[in-house]
């Protein structure tokens, strides 16, 4: 069963960086296309991004194209999100969340998430 672990939230001004980590405490989170969701105090949690299996497919929200980026390492067994410009609308806590089939490439059908990190983003 895999498990994943989200680090990396933190408080952050407007306009700053914070770049999210994603890795596996048990099993290995290479085999499966791996997505990172978001949820807002109020909101419906939504996919930010997602990253295929072979780090080849690559697919983010409307409201983060150009600001956040995504990206896998196998070796290192791990996925980040990468977030610039941040605003106060990307406050929320946000979940690396992992696909319930192997060698897909998208997100459609999660089958396990991490326990979320908050990332805060003060004006």
């Known amino acids: 069963q895999l498990q994943l672990v989200e680090s990396g939230g933190g408080l952050v001004q407007s306009g700053g960086s914070l770049r999210l980590s994603c890795t596996a405490s048990?099993?290995?989170?290479?085999?499966?296309?791996i997505g990172w969701f978001r949820q807002a105090p109020g909101k419906e949690r939504e996919e930010v991004a997602c990253?295929?299996?072979?780090?080849?497919?690559?697919k983010f929200a409307e409201s983060v194209k150009g600001r956040f980026s995504i990206s896998r390492d196998h070796y290192k067994d791990t996925v980040w999100l990468q977030m610039d410009r941040l605003n106060p609308e990307d406050t929320a806590v946000y979940y690396c969340?992992?696909?319930?089939?192997?060698?897909?490439?998208?997100?459609?059908?999660?089958?396990?998430w991490g326990q979320g990190t908050q990332v805060t983003v003060s004006s």
């Open positions: 969340a992992g696909a319930s089939r192997v060698y897909g490439n998208d997100c459609d059908d999660i089958g396990t």
């Open positions: 048990r099993s290995a989170l290479r085999y499966y296309a």
């Open positions: 990253i295929g299996q072979g780090g080849g497919t690559k």
